[in-house]
């Protein structure tokens, strides 16, 4: 289950209904990504069939969702060119690239950068540059996959940065849902996890959001010591023990984080 959005409150008078609805038909996609018929449109985006048509014919006219043969709409390759448009405008990914380079380099594990989320109301993380290894299931590869803070090292290392009146609010208005049969559900357990990250500098999680994966991470900081992001280290369970994974990867993962804070 998704975590709930609460976006910045703007001026009712300045609010578009037409384009919050075209953003609705581009975001029923997120639930079902499959080309799908304007009266499936229409019911995922919670619009009637007329405004799906139109709204559909628009976005098919700029590129930003494509027909296939059957007549169904799927979403355009032109997501591409915008998604490349923010990677390459975000000062924190273009400064990390090289740090996560090297670091990909010496630990021969998959390497990640997340970004935290505080205007998605902190309630996710989502991962802006993913450096794979030698073996990887399909979405660990895709950079742009949102995960619930509460359920992910970097998440976690990044709610250690905050006060403990942030922390407790934004767990009481997670879902908590497993993400794999071993993600902790416990709110003491996870709230647990998060001061032991604050003690320790990073958060290494084991089995939370992926089976057979072990994980950890530590949290980039801005000028105020506020979260902004995090550096993953993730392996196989297959290859490596907790105490050997943490010996390993810690001191790799805080130096990265740390050359990439307060700027």
């Not at 304007?38 to 009637?48: C, H, K, R, V």
């Not at 359920?151 to 009146?165: F, K, M, W, Y």
């Not at 003491?188 to 950890?216: F, K, S």
């Amino acid at each position: 289950m998704s975590q709930p959005h609460r976006f910045p409150t703007i001026d009712d008078r300045l609010f578009l209904q037409s384009v919050s609805r075209a953003l609705d038909v581009i975001e029923a996609y997120a639930a079902s990504p499959r080309p799908m018929s304007l009266g499936e449109i229409a019911e995922a985006a919670g619009i009637n069939k007329s405004a799906a048509q139109r709204i559909g014919q628009t976005l098919l006219s700029r590129g930003y969702l494509e027909q296939t043969e059957t007549g169904r709409l799927k979403l355009g390759r032109l997501f591409l060119d915008r998604s490349f448009d923010y990677l390459r405008s975000n000062e924190l990914i273009e400064r990390a690239t090289p740090v996560l380079t090297d670091l990909r380099k010496a630990a021969e594990e998959r390497v990640d950068l997340s970004l935290f989320d505080p205007v998605n109301d902190s309630l996710s993380i989502v991962y802006a540059t993913r450096m794979q290894s030698k073996r990887e299931t399909f979405y660990a590869t895709l950079a742009g996959r949102r995960q619930p803070t509460y359920a992910t090292s970097g998440g976690r290392a990044c709610l250690a940065l905050l006060p403990d009146e942030e922390v407790d609010d934004i767990l009481a208005r997670s879902v908590i849902t497993r993400l794999t049969p071993k993600t902790e559900t416990d709110l003491e357990t996870i709230r647990a996890a998060v001061m032991q990250a604050r003690a320790d500098g990073y958060c290494l999680g084991v089995e939370q959001a992926l089976l057979g994966e072990i994980a950890l991470a530590a949290a980039i900081r801005d000028r105020n010591g506020r979260p902004i992001g995090a550096v993953h280290i993730a392996g196989s369970l297959s290859e490596w023990t907790e105490p050997d994974f943490r010996r390993r990867f810690a001191p790799m993962a805080m130096e990265a984080a740390g050359a990439l804070s307060g700027g």
